[in-house]
């Protein structure tokens, strides 16, 4: 059963940095497509950032030179370092498959406001 456990979110002030955690189980992520989405609050879940392989990676327009997503294939973990961060960031955000969709995860609150 592949499950993914995110961690790392919470309060921040704008312009502040957080680096956010995906634990995997059930797969191995450096077979997959990996990426991270967020959802606001009365918005869509979106795709954020994706890491098709450790030399490719994508990013939506509003995230890019901010979020860097990243991988550590000995813990199987996929992480995302945001920095200069805006209060529209203010999301749930969670990690999973853009290729394969597997059970989203719990997923991590991220608020920034001052």
């Known amino acids: 059963q592949v499950q993914f456990v995110e961690s790392g979110g919470g309060l921040v002030q704008p312009g502040g940095s957080l680096r956010l955690s995906c634990a995997a189980s059930?797969?191995?992520?450096?077979?997959?497509?990996m990426g991270w989405y967020r959802q606001a609050p009365g918005k869509q879940r979106e795709l954020v950032a994706s890491?098709?392989?450790?030399?490719?990676?994508n990013y939506d327009d509003s995230v890019k030179g901010r979020f860097t997503i990243s991988r550590d294939n000995v813990t199987n973990t996929v992480y995302l370092q945001m920095n200069s961060l805006k209060p529209e960031d203010t999301a749930v955000y969670y990690c999973?498959?853009?290729?394969?969709?597997?059970?989203w995860g719990q997923g991590t609150q991220v608020t920034v406001s001052s």
């Open positions: 999973n498959s853009p290729v394969r969709t597997f059970s």
């Open positions: 890491m098709p392989s450790s030399a490719i990676t």
């Open positions: 059930g797969i191995i992520v450096r077979f997959y497509t």
